[in-house]
């Protein structure tokens, strides 16, 4: 039977406390001292201190749901939406964050874990990107996350990425590093066939998308553009709720996963219009 949505984001918050971390409230989206950030854009958000070195955590491993809005800023997806079938205004971002605690190695194998066998995604349907390194910054490439997805994944399921898309910063200043994303491929299997999904990753494809994206926290973007290596290494994980669902629940489309399907139905009804969204599973992951 499809798992819910509501069951979806409860298996992840599980999952992570048995790993020994600690489960928090989703922070508030407007955020009120941080003069870089209007809103809460990502999970890391309300950590940005902890990252830093400026205040202590609560706990070394926390994880939470947070609502984000991504509508202005260096994150801003507000000309996507309305336009495509996996992006919006305000969404929830699953995440797990080790403060100084583990790195990369366990940031990998947990999201592995957990996508393969808690939600039975297919594993030949997943692609790891990792950081190509920039020679301008002085960064090189990221060869451990690379090794270590190897374990898991066939190399040609395993891709670099540049700067854009393979070291993520919170805004202008603040806490940055390479990072790790994880892709999807959700198109029929004829279509796999014929193209494979590795040259669809990052190429705005709506059936070939990125689902979560694992941060290896290790330096601070100062105003002067400069990088300062950070006083510990951290985990910033963040995963697309709504992808999530459209992944596990077989959809071509976030709007028709539970997550919206009934407000949109009940929308309807009140405003006494049929919908034509499809409510049966339709891409081959469900
Ligand atoms: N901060 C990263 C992101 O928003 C991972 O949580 O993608």
Redesign the pocket.
């Known amino acids: 039977m499809t798992m819910q949505a509501h069951e979806i984001r409860q298996k992840f918050l599980d999952f992570f406390r048995e790993k020994g971390h600690l489960i928090v409230p989703s922070a508030p989206m407007v955020l009120k001292n941080d003069p870089t950030l209007m809103f809460t ?4 958000a309300q950590f940005k201190d902890f990252f830093l070195g400026h205040d202590t955590p609560p706990a070394p491993r926390i994880a939470d749901t947070q609502k ?1 809005l991504r509508v202005t800023g260096k ?1 801003n997806d507000l000309e996507d939406v309305g336009h495509d079938t996996y992006h919006h205004t305000m969404f929830e ?1 699953l ?1 797990n964050w080790s403060f100084g605690d583990y790195f990369k190695k366990e940031a990998i194998a947990w999201s592995w874990e957990l996508l393969t066998e808690v939600y039975q995604l297919p594993p030949e349907r997943l692609y790891a990107t990792v950081f190509e390194g920039d020679a301008t910054e002085n960064l090189a490439p990221d060869t451990e996350a690379l090794e270590l997805w190897k374990q898991y994944l066939p190399e040609d399921q395993i891709l670099f990425g540049n700067k854009k898309d393979n070291f ?1 910063e ?1 805004g202008e200043t603040g806490p940055c590093g390479p ?1 790790s994303e994880i892709h999807i491929d959700l198109r029929p299997e004829a279509e796999r066939q014929v193209k494979p999904g590795r040259e669809l990753v990052n190429q705005d494809n709506p059936l070939v998308i990125e689902i979560w ?3 290896f926290m290790q330096f601070e973007r100062r105003a002067d553009k400069s990088l300062r290596p950070l006083p510990a290494q951290h985990v ?3 995963m697309g709720f709504e992808r999530l669902c459209m992944a596990i629940q077989g959809k071509t489309s976030n709007y028709d996963t539970d997550v919206f399907q009934p407000l949109i139905q009940d929308v309807a009804q009140k405003q006494g219009c049929a919908t034509a969204r499809p409510t049966k599973p339709t891409s081959p992951c469900g």
């Open positions: 854009n990502s999970g890391m984000c994150h971002m995440g993520w919170m990072c994206n694992n941060v910033d994980t963040g």
